[in-house]
């Protein structure tokens, strides 16, 4: 490692990482650049804050603060309300976000999530039935509402490329912006010392769904839609099919709350449903993660019966653009959690690949929900499950392809029956966004008396 920069190698040994430059004289030109670049990223003095506090446990909490959240129902919705998220809208002050650095690995898919087909008759991807319901939100309220497409390392390059090959599904290229959540390194548990996957390549990963909205800020993208006119940024996953993206009764409802943080819940179906849990946690809005949520709280039920602490957390969120300014930056940026995975490295010593058997290495991850317990104003409200919560999750059973595509097939059942439309039972159907966004659209385009006994789209 004699002929690395010398300030590298100083800035390293500063830290005791001066074991990742070893093999330094084997990497290529291009090789050598691209690490130490890599390498300047590296905040090694937060590293070591976080590698400090690994006995800490950060998910403790005293039961006894827990109490159930105040649930606001989304059907009850005024015409004030919905004006004023339709005004929201058509001054374009909503930006739509979705989280897409997944694989779509549990579900035997080798490529991004976001590209899996779920439309039952179409076979459209959920790229596509997101995008076109945000072609469809911009040209009802006459304003190109900014679709932001949040990659990871592994997912980017194909995401982009396919967003190129289907010609961004109808919206104009400027309307759709890719940024990159962040990464961490992995610590080895016992020294602190950052590992290798190989000469020149760290060990790293992504730093979670919360890195979400540091990038958005690290980038400088919450600073340019700030430029534009925009004041709040829709959240939601994409292995969600049935988001109702900003719909306006609920930015109405953002709104008129002067809300930081806005999130949609759905009811548990039975107490060990494996769903986070909103909740009042010493006074403030936050998330009980299922996997911490005591079987006392979990069963305890209210005086008519109902699960007391049944706000399921469907990850869809709207916040305030001047709330998430606040949450990543300074001394209420979010914080770290730390995690210990097994992790299989890469030993300078040796020159080898060590496959741990137990528990080597600390990983650091920021969660969205993190955010809650910041906000000074929220609000919850609860929406029904069927219509817009079937997330894409496992290969089989619940919350796979077939169940999904189920799910989307019996909401559009739905809507077309309440339009006057026979729908024959067990047929798939669909309904385009661009066909018709709200029910309203559906109404007047499907003529009275129309029958569906096969497998149909409208678009």
């Not at 010398?6 to 990482?17: E, I, K, S, V, Y």
């Not at 979400?212 to 993208?221: E, I, M, N, P, S």
């Not at 039975?270 to 946690?281: C, F, N, S, T």
Request: aromatic content about 8%.
């Amino acid at each position: 490692m004699t002929d690395a920069p010398a300030d590298l190698l100083t800035r390293l040994r500063a830290h005791g990482q001066d074991h990742l430059l070893t093999g330094w004289a084997t990497l290529s030109e291009s090789r050598r650049t691209a690490f130490a670049a890599q390498l300047e990223r590296v905040d090694f003095a937060e590293l070591e804050r976080l590698y400090a506090r690994r006995g800490e446990s950060l998910s403790d909490f005293d039961p006894a603060s827990v109490t159930p959240i105040a649930v606001e129902d989304a059907s009850a919705v005024d015409a004030t309300t919905l004006k004023l998220g339709e005004d929201c809208l058509r001054r374009g002050e909503v930006a739509v976000l979705v989280v897409a650095g997944g694989q779509g690995s549990r579900l035997g898919f080798d490529k991004p999530k976001g590209l899996f087909p779920v439309g039952p008759v179409s076979g459209a991807s959920l790229f596509r039935l997101h995008a076109e319901k945000v072609a469809a939100l911009s040209r009802k309220y006459g304003v190109a509402a900014p679709m932001l497409v949040m990659t990871s390392a592994a997912t980017t390059a194909d995401t982009r490329a396919f967003f190129e090959e289907q010609h961004y599904f109808g919206l104009p290229r400027g309307q759709v912006t890719f940024f990159e959540q962040g990464t961490m390194p992995a610590l080895d548990a016992a020294t602190g010392k950052l590992l290798l996957t190989a000469p020149g390549e760290l060990n790293h990963s992504p730093n979670g769904h919360g890195g979400t909205l540091t990038a958005l800020a690290d980038t400088g993208l919450l600073a340019d839609l700030k430029g534009r006119g925009v004041r709040h940024i829709y959240y939601f996953q994409v292995d969600n099919p049935l988001v109702d993206l900003a719909a306006p009764g609920f930015v109405g409802r953002h709104v008129a709350a002067n809300s930081d943080a806005s999130t949609k819940v759905v009811f548990k179906s039975r107490p060990d449903e494996k769903v986070g849990v909103l909740a009042l946690i010493g006074g403030v809005c936050g998330i009980v993660e299922y996997s911490d949520l005591p079987a006392e709280l979990a069963d305890a039920r209210d005086a008519d019966g109902e699960l007391l602490h049944r706000a399921g957390n469907t990850a869809i969120h709207l916040f305030s653009v001047a709330f998430l300014e606040r949450v990543t930056q300074g001394a209420e940026r979010l914080a770290f959690h730390l995690a210990r995975k097994k992790v299989p490295y890469y030993d300078p010593a040796t020159g080898e690949t060590v496959q741990p058997t137990v528990e080597n290495a600390l990983k650091f991850e920021l969660f969205v929900f993190d955010a809650l317990p910041l906000a000074e104003r929220w609000l919850t409200v609860r929406v029904n499950r069927e219509d817009e919560f079937a997330p894409l999750k496992n290969a089989t059973g619940a919350d796979s392809p077939v169940a999904v595509r189920a799910a989307i097939s019996d909401f559009h059942a739905r809507r077309l029956r309440a339009a006057g439309v026979e729908v024959a039972g067990g047929v798939p159907v669909e309904v385009a966004a661009l066909f018709a966004l709200s029910d309203a659209e559906l109404r007047a385009k499907i003529p009275a008396g129309t029958r569906v006994v096969v497998p149909t789209l409208f678009e």
